[in-house]
C-alpha cells in the first residue's frame, strides 16, 4: 500500500495528515506484513480492511472538532499489540511523547525495528503486563492520556488505564457495539479508581457499516493505592460487577 493510497483515504474521512505521515504509515504497513508472514501481529490482512481498521481507525482522535488530543503531552498506549493506536497517533503526532506498553517482547520486537526505520523520536516501549507497569514509579500517574483498542471490556480497561494518567488527564478506550452494555459496570468501576466514564462518541468510518465509538474516562481524582490490582485479577473479578471483590 502505497503513501498516496494512504494519504487519500485519510483525507476522505477527514484526517489531516500530511505527505511525509503517509509516507510513514506505508513503511510501517509494509513491515507489518512482512514480520506478519514469522509471526502473528495481525488476523486483518486484506489492504482495504488493513487501512481503515488499523490506521483511520487509530487516528480517529485527531478528527477535527471530535475531542481534544493532547498532541504536546505524554500519550500511553496499554496493550499496544502491533502498535495501535499508539504508533499511528506517535506518526502523527510528531510533538507528542507516547508510550507503548505490551507484555510480549516479541511484539516489542517488531515495534522498535518499526521505530528505527522510521527514526521516531518520540517513541518508548516497555515490556510489562498492564497492572504490573501502572506499578512502576516512572510510569503511575505520568500521563496526561492512556490509550487502548480491543483490549478488554470496559470495567477492566478502567483499572488497566486509570493508574497511569495524573489527574486532570483522561482514558481513551476504542470500542464496537458491546460498549453499550458495559457502560454502567464501566462508570461503577471508574469512580472506584478516581475516573467518571463519559457518554461514548461514535466514530464512523465512510462507507463502512462499522459500529466505533470511542469512549473517554475523565481522571478527577488519584487511584487508591490498591489499584491496579495483581495481575490477571482486574479480568477474572473486574471492578463494578456482581462478580468483584470490590
Given at each position: 500500500m502505497d503513501a498516496n493510497t494512504i494519504y487519500e483515504r485519510l483525507a476522505a474521512c477527514s484526517l489531516q495528515v500530511d505527505r511525509e505521515g503517509a509516507e510513514k504509515l506505508s513503511v510501517y504497513h509494509r513491515m507489518l506484513l512482512d514480520w506478519n508472514t514469522r509471526m502473528d501481529l495481525t488476523?486483518?490482512?486484506?489492504?482495504?480492511?488493513?487501512?481503515?481498521?488499523?490506521?483511520?481507525?487509530?487516528?480517529?482522535?485527531?478528527?477535527?472538532?471530535?475531542?481534544?488530543?493532547p498532541v504536546s503531552g505524554k500519550v500511553i498506549d496499554v496493550?499496544?499489540?502491533?502498535?495501535?493506536?499508539?504508533?499511528?497517533?506517535a506518526i502523527c503526532c510528531p510533538s507528542a511523547s507516547f508510550t507503548l506498553?505490551?507484555?510480549?517482547?516479541?511484539?516489542?520486537?517488531?515495534?522498535?525495528?518499526?521505530?528505527?526505520?522510521?527514526?521516531?523520536k518520540n517513541v518508548t516501549l516497555v515490556h510489562a503486563r498492564a497492572e504490573d507497569g501502572a506499578r512502576q514509579k516512572e510510569?503511575?500517574?505520568?500521563?496526561?492520556?492512556?490509550v487502548a483498542r480491543a483490549v478488554a471490556?470496559?470495567?477492566?480497561?478502567?483499572?488497566?488505564?486509570?493508574?497511569?494518567v495524573r489527574v486532570g488527564?483522561?482514558?481513551?478506550?476504542?470500542?464496537?457495539p458491546s460498549v453499550m452494555g458495559e457502560m454502567d459496570a464501566g462508570s461503577r468501576a471508574a469512580r472506584l479508581l478516581g475516573g467518571e466514564v463519559l457518554s461514548p462518541i461514535p466514530c464512523p468510518i465512510?462507507?463502512?457499516?462499522?459500529?466505533?465509538?470511542?469512549?473517554?474516562?475523565?481522571?478527577?481524582?488519584?487511584?487508591?493505592k490498591t489499584y491496579?490490582?495483581?495481575?490477571?485479577?482486574?479480568?477474572?473479578?473486574?471492578?463494578?460487577?456482581?462478580?468483584?471483590s470490590d
Amino acid at each position: 500500500m502505497d503513501a498516496n493510497t494512504i494519504y487519500e483515504r485519510l483525507a476522505a474521512c477527514s484526517l489531516q495528515v500530511d505527505r511525509e505521515g503517509a509516507e510513514k504509515l506505508s513503511v510501517y504497513h509494509r513491515m507489518l506484513l512482512d514480520w506478519n508472514t514469522r509471526m502473528d501481529l495481525t488476523a486483518v490482512t486484506e489492504e482495504k480492511e488493513m487501512l481503515d481498521k488499523h490506521y483511520t481507525d487509530s487516528l480517529m482522535p485527531l478528527l477535527p472538532g471530535l475531542l481534544p488530543f493532547p498532541v504536546s503531552g505524554k500519550v500511553i498506549d496499554v496493550g499496544t499489540g502491533a502498535g495501535f493506536p499508539g504508533l499511528p497517533l506517535a506518526i502523527c503526532c510528531p510533538s507528542a511523547s507516547f508510550t507503548l506498553l505490551d507484555s510480549q517482547q516479541k511484539r516489542l520486537n517488531f515495534l522498535d525495528a518499526v521505530i528505527s526505520a522510521l527514526d521516531l523520536k518520540n517513541v518508548t516501549l516497555v515490556h510489562a503486563r498492564a497492572e504490573d507497569g501502572a506499578r512502576q514509579k516512572e510510569l503511575r500517574a505520568g500521563f496526561d492520556l492512556a490509550v487502548a483498542r480491543a483490549v478488554a471490556p470496559l470495567p477492566v480497561l478502567a483499572e488497566y488505564l486509570l493508574p497511569y494518567v495524573r489527574v486532570g488527564g483522561a482514558c481513551l478506550c476504542w470500542k464496537g457495539p458491546s460498549v453499550m452494555g458495559e457502560m454502567d459496570a464501566g462508570s461503577r468501576a471508574a469512580r472506584l479508581l478516581g475516573g467518571e466514564v463519559l457518554s461514548p462518541i461514535p466514530c464512523p468510518i465512510p462507507d463502512r457499516d462499522w459500529e466505533h465509538y470511542l469512549v473517554p474516562i475523565r481522571k478527577n481524582a488519584a487511584t487508591p493505592k490498591t489499584y491496579p490490582r495483581r495481575a490477571g485479577t482486574p479480568s477474572r473479578s473486574p471492578l463494578g460487577s456482581s462478580a468483584s471483590s470490590d
